[in-house]
């Protein structure tokens, strides 16, 4: 019986990657408890293709306790020569009745969120991509200090076409 259920799950874990043809890059930061206005999430990663274009992705997961409808994220791309590319980005997390968006079986949602698309890196080398949250409530100038339903940060690279 455990040798038949190791081999299920074997089998399992090699169907989920094998399905997976797209993914270059794909990684996640633990947040503990709250997501702190100061607490940068990095990511490392060596790209030596200049020439495919891919698409990237940012992954919130979030629970129940996240307050707000929307994410505001700076992120940061620092390219192998220095350069650093600064985008400050918006995103829709819940329905207007407070229903999570994302997908999820239990109260974790995972939301897969366009960061670039077709984009072509300019430099071969090692990049890291910086995620901040910059969450405002509405009217206020200060950020909040503390962000309440983030379990996870997670960045994604694809290949724009499969790879057979």
Request: hydrophobic share 35%.
């Amino acid at each position: 019986m455990l040798i038949r259920n190791s081999l299920l799950a074997i089998g399992l874990l090699f169907l989920t990657a094998s399905c997976d043809k797209k993914r270059v890059f794909d990684d996640y930061k633990a947040i503990k408890g709250t997501w702190n206005k100061d607490s940068i999430v990095s990511f490392q990663f060596e790209q030596n293709d200049t020439v495919t274009p891919y698409n990237m992705f940012l992954n919130i997961r979030n629970n129940n306790d996240y307050p707000f409808n929307n994410i505001f994220l700076i992120v940061n791309l620092e390219q192998p020569n220095g350069v650093t590319v600064t985008d400050t980005l918006e995103y829709m997390m819940a329905n207007p009745d407070g229903s999570l968006l994302g997908k999820g079986f239990s109260d974790v949602k995972e939301s897969k969120l366009w960061y670039k698309e077709n984009e072509h890196f300019p430099k071969a080398g090692n990049y890291t991509v910086s995620i901040q949250q910059a969450v405002r409530k509405s009217g206020d100038i200060p950020g909040v200090e503390e962000l309440n339903g983030v379990t996870e940060v997670g960045f994604r690279i694809e290949s724009v076409e499969s790879k057979e």
